[in-house]
């Protein structure tokens, strides 16, 4: 496998920064012949702006640990989605949380276009707070990325012990969603 980038990309509050995390923290566990490295947004942007989480995999050493050019691009918000979209590499993959998210021509350089309403879901399940998880389910159903069962050992793992049980239902929702 190439190296591959990922931007996940939301708006501050959104766990924007978690799903880097557990993406990462999956693929570099659990995922054999793989690296990865995960980094994220500080600063203003993760109190309410467009904020990100970057995730690079590679078979061998990666160099460089910034996303620049995205395989994914993975946005949970419109202002995400208009500072990040002219990175996505044509033909590349973007999903989008279609209830928050208004795409226009910039859209046309994905080779693929998957939606999902994560935030909906969460909020069936209790609260807007798994949506990010959701998505993260949604993602991994549609690529191969990352093993379902890698992603919820780290969520078992790395979320605190009384939201596994709804993070484990919403990428679950997320997994099996079908648009």
Known sequence: MPRVEIRF???????????????????ALYMEEKNAIMTQSYGPESRGGASSSDVVIDEG????????????????????????IPNLKEGGTLFV?????ILDDHAKKAGKILKIPA????????????????MLGFFCANTD?????????VIREKVKARFVKNNLIAFEKGKNYKG
């Open 145 to 153: 990325i990352v093993s379902e069962d890698a992603l919820k050992k």
């Open 97 to 101: 949380e279609e209830n928050l998210v």
């Open 119 to 134: 935030t909906k879901i969460a909020e069936e399940i209790g609260s807007s707070l798994y949506a990010n998880i959701a």
């Open 61 to 84: 050493e990666i160099a460089y640990p910034k996303a620049t050019h995205y395989d994914y691009l993975v946005v949970m918000s419109e202002e995400a989605y208009h500072k990040y």
């Open 9 to 27: 990309a939301g708006f501050g509050g959104q766990g924007i920064g978690l799903l880097g995390r557990l993406m990462g923290e999956a693929i």
